[in-house]
């Protein structure tokens, strides 16, 4: 199993116990930091930076999130109301299918709407048309398939054979572009410049011709921008060469990379025994508070690990057999009571937790790293597992 990358960073100093627990606990230091870092490579390549809600949605964060992009982009009708509401700039949406009630108040909402294929733009065509003769103002996007893999993981492959997302752009056709103002392209999955480059060198040749009548170029999302080996130099010559042979906007949609290195998980030990090994159970869920870690799979680096020390499965509170976290190893084997962390949790887990078994959800916390002001921002309660059922 892959293991996301993260470092402990300011984390290694933050006192757990200040918290209670279950816990996500978000640096707003670090978010400002990678933030600081998309606005330079948008400022410096003249894209546009919107945040992907769908990886980190923390809207607490949206006054900051506004001072650094330019806005946000939404999976459906529902975070499209939560960007008006919360955040600032421009409004992107896309999803690979609507419905016809939602879609009237998507466009009402959004600055650009995105569909997935021709046939989808032709039999919403009256919508649209009823949209702008009540005075609303958007463009209209059309999602490509490359049809070109990067992705490491074939769940996580935008372009895998069967894919549902993007019409294949094999099949494209200069008609299809027909009252087309740009194209969303995203066939990443948290990953470097490289993917990128070679995904777009064999894409612009399918294009030729075909972009005279487009004002823009979205190449979604997926980016780890922030990472620190990131070539961001050759990202900004990309997107200005894009930009300039094809007199586009250029638009990039990164979201873990907001979140990336920024939160932590935090848990407390509920008890241990020896089955074999020694396990330890915690009130973290891997089923219900990181999926990733079953649906990835992938191991998440637990906060002050050691390398050679007392190996210990720690798994979730859950009846699942299969709610195991992972083995880590201890200095010394944790006791009933003693607080763990798991890193680089703001992004995705945050906006995957669910109430399975009714176990109940971390609470979410903001502490600046720089400051060391903490605010508990959310707690949930028995009613937020009642009220979702009936």
Request: aromatic share 8%; hydrophobic share 40%.
């Amino acid at each position: 199993m892959e293991t996301k990358a993260a470092g402990p960073g300011a984390f290694a100093r933050f006192d757990l116990s200040r918290v209670p627990s279950p816990c996500f606990v978000v640096d707003a230091a670090a978010v400002r930091s990678n933030l600081a870092v998309l606005q330079d490579v948008g400022d410096r390549s003249g894209a546009k930076v919107l945040l992907a809600l769908k990886a980190f949605s923390m809207w607490s964060l949206g006054d900051l999130v506004g001072d650094y992009l330019d806005g946000t982009c939404a999976s459906g009708l529902w975070e499209a109301r939560l960007a008006r509401e919360h955040y600032h700039g421009h409004l992107t949406t896309y999803s690979p299918a609507y419905r016809r009630a939602d879609l009237p108040e998507i466009l009402r909402l959004s600055d650009s709407v995105i569909f997935n294929a021709p046939d989808q733009m032709a039999r919403f065509a009256d919508l649209i048309a009823e949209a702008r003769a009540a005075g609303e103002v958007f463009d209209i996007g059309l999602r490509l398939n490359p049809e070109h893999s990067e992705a490491e993981v074939a769940k996580y492959d935008p372009c895998q054979t069967g894919s549902r997302l993007g019409f294949p752009v094999s099949q494209l056709k200069p008609e299809h572009l027909e009252g087309v103002d740009g194209l969303h392209i995203h066939a990443l999955c948290e990953q470097g410049f490289e993917p990128l480059e070679r995904i777009w060198a064999s894409l612009e040749p399918k294009l030729a011709g075909m972009t005279g009548g487009l004002t823009w170029l979205n190449l979604g999302g997926g980016h780890h921008i922030t990472r620190a080996d990131y070539r961001r130099d050759d990202l900004v010559a990309l997107v200005r060469g894009i930009s300039e042979r094809h007199g586009v906007q250029v638009y990039l949609e990164p979201g873990e990379a907001i979140a990336l290195d920024a939160g932590i998980l935090v848990g407390e030990i509920l008890d241990t025994f020896d089955n074999g090994m020694a396990v330890a159970i915690s009130d973290l869920s891997a089923t219900c508070h990181m999926p990733d870690v079953i649906e990835a799979p992938y191991r998440p680096a637990l906060l002050g690990e050691v390398a050679d020390g007392v190996t210990v499965r720690i798994g979730g509170p859950s009846c699942l057999a299969g709610d195991i976290i992972g083995d880590y190893g201890f200095a010394a084997a944790p006791q009933p009571g003693d607080r763990i962390a798991f890193l680089d949790q703001a992004h995705y887990s945050m906006v995957k937790t669910n109430t399975f078994n009714g176990v109940p959800l971390p609470a979410i916390a903001l502490w600046d790293s720089e400051t060391d002001a903490l605010r508990l921002v959310r707690e949930f309660d028995y009613t937020d597992f009642r009220d979702r059922l009936s």
